[in-house]
T-cell receptor, first 113, second 116 residues
Framework: AQSVTQLDSQVPVFEEAPVELRCNYS??????LFWYVQYPNQGLQLLLK??????LVKGINGFEAEFNKSQTSFHLRKPSVHISDTAEYFC???????????FGPGTSLSVIP | GAVVSQHPSWVICKSGTSVKIECRSL??????MFWYRQFPKQSLMLMAT?????????EQGVEKDKFLINHASLTLSTLTVTSAHPEDSSFYIC????????????FGPGTRLLVL
């Protein structure tokens, strides 16, 4: 069975400080990896995805993530956060596009002015 | 990137009525679409997989007679919540399967359902 773990349910961070949101996954087969952001009362927005190739993936809004196969991790980072980054962040995996996307429980990022 | 739309974006209905939600892939064809549900402060959970021209596959615990799914064309899937009750109030999000380069799924903007 596949699963996604996001160890931190809430992450408070001061504005302009760096942040790392952790994601670990479990799967017996290779998967695609995603990070989505959800602002209050809105749908999902894709931040970045890893399909293959370079393990460092750059996304929108200054976010990046690094795929680590040995640790089965896909942590999300941003060197300097803004107030507008306050949102819920979901890590997700997918076996193929014909299979369901499995989401982690989410991490609520709160940026403190 | 590809666009998936949902209609309506929000709906309020009385308990006992039925509500239909549409999911459309606007610029590509999707043989497979998915329906997810998100309760407040929770993650997204798959309800069912919708394949064009065949019956939907429901996840364990999802009532197929209550949540009717129709995928009549390669660009449209519908979810009908029959005899809705307050506990069905939730955020419903669909996704469409993109099998071209950069294989992925594209998500719709979601439909917020409130059953009074």
């Amino acid at each position: 069975a596949q699963s996604v773990t996001q160890l931190d349910s809430q992450v408070p961070v001061f504005e302009e400080a760096p942040v790392e949101l952790r994601c670990n996954y479990s799967s017996s087969v290779s998967v695609y990896l995603f990070w989505y952001v959800q602002y209050p009362n809105q749908g999902l927005q894709l931040l970045l995805k890893y399909l293959s190739g370079s393990t460092l993936v750059k996304g929108i809004n200054g976010f990046e993530a690094e795929f680590n196969k040995s640790q089965t991790s896909f942590h999300l980072r941003k060197p300097s956060v803004h107030i507008s980054d306050t949102a819920e962040y979901f890590c997700a995996i997918m076996k193929t596009s014909y299979d369901k996307v499995i989401f982690g429980p989410g991490t609520s990022l709160s940026v403190i002015p | 990137g590809a666009v998936v739309s949902q209609h309506p974006s929000w709906v309020i209905c009385k308990s006992g009525t039925s509500v239909k939600i549409e999911c459309r892939s606007l610029d590509f064809q999707a043989t497979t679409m998915f329906w997810y549900r998100q309760f407040p402060k929770q993650s997204l959970m798959l309800m069912a997989t919708s394949n064009e021209g065949s019956k939907a596959t429901y996840e364990q615990g999802v009532e197929k007679d209550k949540f009717l799914i129709n995928h009549a064309s390669l660009t449209l899937s519908t979810l009908t919540v029959t005899s809705a009750h307050p506990e069905d109030s939730s955020f419903y999000i669909c996704s469409a399967s993109w099998t071209g380069p950069g294989e992925t799924q594209y998500f719709g903007p979601g439909t917020r359902l409130l059953v009074l």
